[in-house]
Structure formats: C-alpha cells, structure tokens
C-alpha cells in the first residue's frame, strides 16, 4: 500500500512550451500534496502544498503562475511548469498525505519516484 | 525557525562495519523525526521514524536510530553495511502542531560502503 506514482518520469521539451506532471496517490487518498524540486546533489525544496478543492499555498519565491498546481481530486495532482525555460530543468518530486484518520499512516507523507524534467 | 542538520556531506565506510549518519535538529516542541533514503533519479524511500516511545527506532533494511532529546539528535545508524547500502539519505523533521504537514529536509548525506 500507500504508493504515490508520477507521470512522466521524464520529459523533454524545447524552450517556452508549458509541462504538466502528473502525481497520483494509487491505494489511498490524498487530500494534500506536496510539491518539491531537487537540483544536483542537493535536499528537497519545498515550492508548495496541494489542498484538493482549494488553492495551493506556494513557498517563498516560488512563483505561482510559473508552476500551476492542480488538485482536483483526492487522489490527482498536477503540476504544469509553464513557459519552461532551461533554469527550469530539475529533478520534480511530488509527496501524498495519507488523510485516512485512525489508519496506520495518516499523515505520513509517502513520496513519488520523481520527475526529471530537461529543457532545452 | 526550524531546521535540521546533516554535517557530513559523505560518509565512507567498508563492508560489514558499522554506519552512522549524524542527524541534528532544531525545532520547537517536540517533533516527528524521519530518515529517508534515495538512490539515483529516484524519489524517497521511507526508511523510518519517530514518534513517541522507545528513543531506539527499528526500520528497512535493518536500519536503526536513536532520538536523544538532550542533544537533539536523531542518528542513523546499522550495525554492518552493505554495498547496497549506497545513496542518499535525508533527516527529516515534522512540527506536531504545524498544521500543514510540512517536513522539513536535512541537506542530506551520501552513504558509500565500500567492498
């Protein structure tokens, strides 16, 4: 159980085309996700919490209308990088709440296999 | 503020010895403590994670860690590692009243045992 995928698990694009990655909670349901972005040899950045049914809250100096996030659904979240641009180019990975109280892991976040996304 | 330290950028040991990876944090209150672990262009493994009890935490793989309140560490440790073993590992740390869920990352620490 408890398993979150990501779609794709690779793209390429040209520069000033917009891609949209996918993040799914398959066993359990989500009601929030997170969005993180990874460069090089280094931690986790936070760039923002996906509520289903509401709007992101975005860290700070993430821009909100660079990186679209969608939650439409308890167990669907969507990240759209629009007008990608080569410093875009980044190692994206998604985490999924588990919000099912009194389970063995609620609240624990279980984390996608990653996005790596290269834009030319 | 919150945050979480990983003082060593690597950690080299030989097969079959025992591992520490330091883990260090700083937050208000008392916090869920995690270790993650990550192998190349992979997301995060959860390898395990403290919540109130026994300060001797069991996870994967025959991983264990100690929380120490006083010093506020939360070390990862094995007692004999396996080439396997080599990757990235992350410290983590959750506020309990921080209703965002939220973790917070170390800078994380490559693990390589060598043969």
């Known amino acids: 159980g408890a398993v979150v995928s990501q779609h794709p698990s690779r793209v390429i694009c040209k520069s000033g085309t917009s891609v949209k990655i996918e993040c799914r909670s398959l066993?359990?349901?989500?009601?929030?996700m997170f969005w993180y972005r990874q460069f090089p040899k280094q931690s986790l950045m936070l760039m923002a919490t996906?509520?289903?049914?509401?709007?992101?809250?975005?860290e700070q100096g993430v821009e909100k209308d660079k990186f679209l996030i969608n939650h439409a659904s308890l167990t669907l979240s969507t990240l759209t990088v629009t007008s990608a641009h080569p410093e875009d180019s980044s190692f994206y990975i998604c985490?999924?709440?588990?919000?099912?109280?009194?389970?063995?892991?609620?609240?624990?976040?279980?984390f996608g296999p990653g996005t790596r996304l290269t834009v030319l | 503020a919150q945050s979480v330290a990983q003082p060593e950028d690597q950690v080299n040991v030989a097969e079959g010895n025992p591992l520490t990876v330091k883990c260090t944090y700083s937050?208000?209150?008392?916090?869920?403590l995690f270790w993650y672990v990550q192998y190349p262009n992979r997301g995060l493994q959860f390898l395990l994670k403290?919540?109130?009890?026994?300060?001797l935490v069991k996870g994967s793989y025959g991983f264990e860690a100690e929380f120490n309140k006083s010093q506020t560490s939360f070390h990862l440790k094995k007692p004999s590692a396996l080439v396997s073993d080599s990757a990235l590992y992350f410290c983590?740390?959750?506020?309990?009243?921080?209703?965002?869920?939220?973790?917070?990352f170390g800078s994380g620490t490559r693990l390589l045992v060598r043969p």
């Open positions: 983590a740390v959750r506020d309990r009243v921080d209703s965002s869920y939220k973790l917070i």
């Open positions: 937050v208000s209150g008392n916090p869920y």
């Open positions: 996906s509520n289903e049914g509401s709007k992101a809250t975005y």
């Open positions: 403290y919540i109130t009890g026994d300060n």
């Open positions: 066993d359990f349901q989500a009601t929030t």
């Open positions: 985490s999924a709440r588990d919000a099912l109280a009194g389970g063995p892991s609620y609240n624990e976040q279980f």
